[in-house]
């Protein structure tokens, strides 16, 4: 089974660092990656979506690596402000045939983000 | 707008009472899950539907039903809540089951006393 890990599991940040969030996985055999961000008491926001065939993908100030062989993704913030205090969280689709099914879906368990001013 | 919509939001109930929390999308996808959120668990997918009449269970079923008439509709029932299912649900749908960013709705926050 797929297993997804956040590290560190809470950050916390003066305004203007440029950070580094990471997400790990067992198996490599995946379909995508998505980044989120989620703030407190709400739903979840895409921030950015990677295919197993890409290796980055970039959206303002984020910008997210997919380095499939080696299970890892990692997200970079740059120059982070107070408003990106939230809770990211990385999830990823297994493909077929691997001991998986398509539709399902693995969280890692988020990093807890807080730039202050 | 583009967006998955859930009711009720906020839910107070009574162990054995069904409930039905409705989850609807707009965006004419094919992918629907639901996922509920404890503290220290982090998110799990309950049961997922790659279109309609197509459902399966994700890593927690036990407890929970769902059923996918129509495309744009999701619902996840609870024939005989227990407390142990008080938690945070989200719906979420996307255009294909691997196709496409996932839209979360905005949670549904269940109490079962």
């Not at chain 1, 996985?25 to 950015?48: E, H, V």
Request: hydrophobic letters at 30%.
């Amino acid at each position: 089974k797929q297993e997804v890990t956040q590290i560190p599991a809470a950050l916390s940040v003066p305004e203007g660092e440029n950070l580094v969030l990471n997400c790990s996985f067992t198996d490599s055999a995946i379909y995508n990656l998505q980044w989120f961000r989620q703030d407190p008491g709400k739903g979840l926001t895409s921030l950015l979506l990677i295919q197993s065939s890409q290796r980055e993908q970039t959206s303002g100030r984020l910008n997210a690596s997919l380095d499939k062989s080696s299970g890892r993704s990692t997200l970079y913030i740059a120059a982070s402000q107070p408003g990106d205090s939230a809770t990211y969280l990385c999830a990823v689709r297994p493909t077929l045939g691997r001991g998986s099914t398509l539709g399902r879906l693995y969280f890692g368990r988020g990093t807890q983000l807080t730039v202050w001013p | 707008e583009a967006q998955v919509t859930q009711n009720p939001r906020y839910l107070i109930t009574v162990t054995g009472k069904k409930l039905t929390v409705t989850c609807s999308q707009n965006m004419n996808h094919e992918y629907m899950s639901w996922y509920r959120q404890d503290p220290g668990l982090g998110l799990r997918q309950i049961y997922y539907s790659m279109n309609v009449e197509v459902t399966d269970k994700g890593d927690v079923p036990e407890g929970y039903k769902v059923s996918r008439k129509e495309k744009r509709n999701f619902p996840l029932i609870l024939e005989s809540p227990s407390p142990n299912q008080t938690s945070l649900y989200f719906c979420a749908s996307s255009l294909g089951q691997n196709t496409g960013e996932l839209f979360f709705g905005e949670g549904s926050r269940l109490t079962v006393l």
